[in-house]
């Protein structure tokens, strides 16, 4: 995200010193927005602190929703030693990251992705902001499991972390955990909520907010960058 964020506000910036012009139209733009909410995020070393500082050991269980390249899952790891499960359902990343872990019986990598129901979706590769709800020619395809019926067929009792990055996927997704109750099986829910290419994205993740507060307590919140919400005692 930060490599992209950067580019962005190149961009952003350059439009600006260019031409006056276009001054309304990039500072209402999707970019320049998220290039806004990021900075504080930056500022407090974010990805190097609230996302891999957790009460974790070899014990513990971890998913990582949208693996990607395996970067969180490598920092979660080398940190913990701690089991974990990575979800990344285009093939090609998915592949590299089962070659990046090939060694290591702790990691398991499954080359499909966790949702609300099992289905097969038409997909947008667009490097970390990868999705099925992007804009552009949606010329692959990927598979979704029900993650009730994974949580079920695997007897997952618990979850001590769950990193969940499906760039739009999560609504669903928490929205599913939430009505069946099986939020209560993660004790810490860190997600990134993607609004500008989801309807009502704003109304969902606040209903989903007021929902998970009854059974977590949110420990950090940057709105639609990272927050974390953690099992009430």
């Known amino acids: 995200m930060r490599k992209l964020v950067i580019r962005v506000c190149n961009k952003v910036a350059h439009l600006l010193s260019v031409d006056s012009k276009v001054t309304a139209e990039a500072i209402l733009s999707p970019q320049y927005i998220q290039s806004k909410r990021v900075e504080q995020w930056f500022k407090d070393d974010g990805d190097n602190t609230h996302r891999l500082n957790y009460r974790l050991n070899s014990d513990s269980l971890v998913w990582d929703l949208g693996g990607y390249e395996g970067q969180w899952a490598s920092d979660i ?9 990575i979800f990344e359902p285009f093939i090609p990343y998915a592949k590299n990251i089962q070659l990046r872990f090939e060694n290591n019986n702790r990691i398991n990598v499954f080359m499909f992705g966790l949702g609300a129901r099992t289905e097969t979706l038409a997909f ?6 990868s999705s099925v709800f992007a804009d552009g020619p949606k010329d692959e395809k990927i598979d979704i499991f029900s993650v009730e019926q994974f949580i079920a067929d695997k007897a997952i009792k618990q979850v001590d ?13 928490l929205e599913s955990l939430l009505d069946t109750g099986l939020i209560s099986l993660f004790k810490n829910v860190q997600v990134q909520f993607h609004d500008f290419i989801v309807d009502n994205a704003k109304g969902r993740m606040v209903d989903i907010q007021k929902r998970l507060a009854l059974t977590h307590k949110l420990t950090y919140q940057y709105e639609f960058v990272w927050e974390n919400w953690e099992i009430l005692s």
Request: aromatic share 10%.
């Open 161 to 173: 972390l769950v990193k969940i990055n499906i760039e739009g996927g999560e609504f669903e997704l």
């Open 124 to 129: 947008s590769v667009l490097a970390n902001s």
């Open 77 to 85: 790891y080398a940190k913990y030693n701690c089991s974990m499960m």
